[in-house]
């Protein structure tokens, strides 16, 4: 990655990070402080960020400025964040280690982190909401209620909580392809679809730019979730930041186990060679913003954890 | 009650029931399938419908059409419902009955469970939106905004899940009285409030009748819940339809487990003669609507479940 672009990258996540400390403020008096403080330790423990910065650089593809969409891409990271709190619960997977640190229950107790993820998705439909309720905005009012609507949708039970449901339902049987495929583009897919709908619904972008976009949100999602399970197999603890082995431990349907080590990894060249054609697509290749999200683009396709 | 006010409580009570089926309808071939099952099976297994109907009938106190207020009625039920199948997880209050039946978690598993009620606050959100999106509508897209940010406020950590925090805490330690009074305040309090605000925000009203209306939430949510721990110690399990004296055993702060049962019944008639009071003022007692909502106040403070 160009020095230059790595640094606008950088500085878009600071951003970033700056927006989610103050979605969730800390304050000692606060009755529910300590739900807080254990929402606050997952929302700041160091995510990469991918979702928000999708969402803010493809604002950015389309000539918008990403700091409008500002608060769009905090509630989508807080919605991913509370995922995890409830994913990794001792009923759900029974994580320990998150992003190389004990997981909220396990540092918080699971009573404060049912409550602490509880808090993080109603935060992010409150500022939804709230940036919905601003009279005047670059975006329409309609564009942002569009963009809110397609984020809770994706975050909902035809999204997110409905691949979680089939993905607890593999934890029981051996799930087809079929519904591997489906399984991810649920679970995982959709919270990664979201940031570009989301993008082009704010901008109300239309023609080839706007559907390379969404191209992009549909390849990478599948792209994402079949690395996720190459990473499973092969990684390290130390450089997952989370337990890795457990989809076979648990004898999960995912593409490795089901597909072979081998033919994941042919899956998902062939999906990287995609993203590239329709990268190219999305912008004409000379302007920066084009720049910063193929190298956020190339920076998720190489990720170790 | 009188037959005709009855009769009329009892339809938008059935209008109720109609909107929350049709807000999450069971698809079997669904993937999330079971999770919506076991969100349907809380949502619709017999509540009373308090919330709902408080808002739907200030309504119309304030001279609207109830029926225009039909989603936000329906979203708060649903926040109401999740926040009940949270709390009764395991971790938390390890509840097995409920409404006379047994819990979500105890009928469809706890990783069901948590997923049913993530299910039932994103899509009480997404209702929301997809109200505040019509384009045309008889309340301003303002108005209902305000309205919706109101519930989503009352159902956050300043509202009711911080309620619940500071009642993780009374586990562990003895709350003083004005901790009492702002866990209930918040806890049970907040989505009571909820319904009378959300009104007021919807109708755009202002003027004595709106307050009356304002003053009526707050008060009621108190003795909601001062009734509340007056039935948890002397009702039975069969008319309470959950499990009663879990206060008590769990060494809880509650109005009657720190002031006595008898200062707690003071305090509770007390209460309900202010609302009596405030009641005289939210209509000038000839129409049928000021009719109806004293009528459902005077049901909820008569209720023995």
Known sequence: MEPDTAARIAEWR?????????????????????????????????????????????????????????????????????????????????????RGRPTCHVAFGEATAVLAGDTLLN????????????????????????????????????GMIGGQALDLEGGERIL??????????????????????????????????ADALLRLGETLGLAFQVQDDILDAVATADALGKTPGKDQVRGKSTYVTRLGLETARARLAGLSADIRTILAACGDGSDASGTCLSALVGYILDRRS
């Open 14 to 98: 600071r951003q970033v990070e700056s927006a989610l400390d103050a979605a969730l403020p800390a304050d000692p008096a606060h009755p529910g402080h300590r739900v807080v403080e254990a929402a606050r330790y997952s929302l700041l423990g160091g995510g990469k960020r991918i979702r928000p910065l999708l969402l803010l650089l493809s604002v950015e593809v389309l000539g918008r400025d990403p700091a409008d969409a500002m608060p769009f891409a905090a509630a989508l990271e807080m919605i991913h964040t509370y995922s995890l709190i409830h994913d990794d619960l001792p009923c759900m997977d029974d994580d320990s280690l998150r």
């Open 123 to 158: 935060r992010a439909a409150e500022i939804l909401l709230a940036a919905c309720c601003r009279e005047e905005g670059p975006f329409s009012v309609q564009a942002r209620l569009r963009a809110s609507v397609s984020i809770l949708a994706a975050s909902g039970v035809d």
């Open 176 to 209: 087809s392809e079929p519904e591997i495929e489906s399984l991810h583009r649920m679970k995982t897919g959709a919270l990664l679809r979201a940031p570009l709908a989301a993008a082009v619904l704010l901008a109300d972008a239309a023609g080839p730019r």
